[in-house]
């Protein structure tokens, strides 16, 4: 069994409730959305295969307790639930981002999903499973990646319908990096007295030139 991995590297965990961390990322190769601000499009195609036990062996590698499998869209391997259960069971603390357009129920419960819901400036709106807002765990958290006042609309409605139904599940907005800033977004998120934490990407501002590997 193998999975075709774009890149296996150790850095600060940029983005989540775990943002500022040490983590593990296992990124895999391919996706299913084409997102107009995708800033890993070289995960679309490039990588190489590595059975389930060279992808552990690699993670063990490194003194760190925390792991992130992430894309392109990790979903999309059929394998992708194997290698979360497999470290589950070595014991390290996993994350998973997926784009909010398939089934999260295949993942282990266990496993921490980071549901990444996309607003309409991405041009991926209409591939949104709001399914997956019944198969959450409490652990779970969803992101909005905004880039205009649209889209800060659309993720608005969307967290007042997760809180109407009684889903305390930790809500992110983002901006898009170098497109809305963060003063901005922050002012909206006050203006209407949101409880939703305002995410950066760490990992651009530490390393602002880098293009992949953090």
Known sequence: ?????????????????????????????????????????????????????????????????????TGGEPLIQKETPELTQRLLAAGYKVLIETNGSLDISLIDARCIKIVDFKCPSSGMEKKNDFGNLDRLSKHDEIKFIIGSEDDYRFAQSVYSTIRSRGLNNLVHFSPVFDKLSLRVLAEWILSDHLEVRLASQLHKIIWPSSTRGV
Do not use: W
């Open 1 to 69: 069994m193998a999975l075709l991995v774009n890149e296996l590297f150790y850095s600060i965990q940029g983005e989540s409730s775990y943002a500022g961390f040490p983590c593990i990322f296992v990124r895999l190769t391919g996706c299913n959305l084409r997102c107009t601000y995708c800033d890993t499009t070289y995960a679309y195609n490039d990588g190489h295969f590595m059975s389930l036990d060279h992808v552990l062996k690699q993670v063990s590698a490194y003194s760190c307790s925390l792991v992130e499998i």
